[in-house]
Antibody, heavy 123, light 110 residues
Framework: EVQLVQSGAEVKKPGESLKISCKASGYTFTTYWIGWVRQMPGKGLEWMGIIFPGDFDTRYSPSFQGQVTISADKSIRTAYLQWSSLKASDTALYYC????????????????WGQGTMVTVSS | QSVLTQPPSVSAAPGQKVTISCSGSSSTIGSNYVSWYQQLPETAPKLLIYDNNKRPSGIPDRFSGSKSGTSATLDITGLQTGDEADYYCGTWDSSLSTVVFGGGTKLTVL
């Protein structure tokens, strides 16, 4: 079964760092892009960025460039999303999702989703 | 404000048909394929439609998608109470080189 399993909920203070994970199974990890999507409380989906674990090519949404870092470890089939200094406005549910595309993203679609990781940032 | 525009809410009775629209631009829907996602309460989104009108394995044919110019639509026929969810459209933005989503549409089955 193809699945993405994310790490558990986190409660952090402003200014702290955090790294959440997304472990893939059931498919060849290095041949699909994996993306991260933010959903703030009561709000819609926001695309943060994607990484291709095969060569670590990473693309960011301009809204999130410089705010987060997306990475991956091929040896353990895991993608990561990290913050160096959290803010209260980072409080949200974060999803990882596998991106299917023929190559140029014109036909992109997230076909497999993780269960989500809730991040709460509060003093 | 989302790059893709969806109505905030739609409603219909069980057994009826509902249409959800998604409006974009020449650099989004006009030149790329559209996907649709269903997010049931307290669950992760699920892919319903990709490449404008294709259904992944396991998605019933009550769900169908289409695209014309810079707009796309999701049709749901034979509505069931279990279809109550938020629905999102998504596509690639060729100008921004990013994935963009609509703001979401809440479906209520009366």
């Amino acid at each position: 079964e193809v699945q993405l399993v994310q790490s558990g909920a986190e409660v952090k203070k402003p200014g702290e760092s955090l790294k959440i994970s997304c472990k893939a199974s059931g498919y060849t990890f290095t041949t699909y892009w994996i993306g991260w999507v933010r959903q703030m409380p009561g709000k819609g989906l926001e695309w943060m960025g994607i990484i291709f674990p095969g060569d670590f090519d990473t693309r960011y949404s301009p809204s999130f460039q410089g705010q987060v870092t997306i990475s991956a470890d091929k040896s353990i089939r895991t993608a990561y999303l990290q913050w160096s200094s959290l803010k209260a406005s980072d409080t949200a549910l974060y999803y990882c999702a596998r991106l299917q595309t023929s190559g140029d993203f014109r036909d992109e679609a997230f076909d497999i989703w993780g269960q989500g990781t809730m991040v709460t940032v509060s003093s | 404000q989302s790059v893709l525009t969806q109505p905030p809410s739609v409603s219909a009775a069980p057994g009826q048909k509902v249409t959800i629209s998604c409006s974009g631009s020449s650099s989004t829907i006009g030149s790329n394929y559209v996907s649709w996602y269903q997010q049931l309460p307290e669950t992760a989104p699920k892919l319903l439609i990709y490449d404008n009108n294709k259904r992944p394995s396991g998605i019933p044919d009550r769900f169908s998608g289409s695209k014309s110019g810079t707009s796309a639509t999701l049709d749901i026929t034979g509505l069931q109470t279990g279809d109550e969810a938020d629905y999102y459209c998504g596509t690639w933005d060729s100008s921004l080189s990013t994935v963009v989503f609509g703001g979401g549409t809440k479906l209520t089955v009366l």
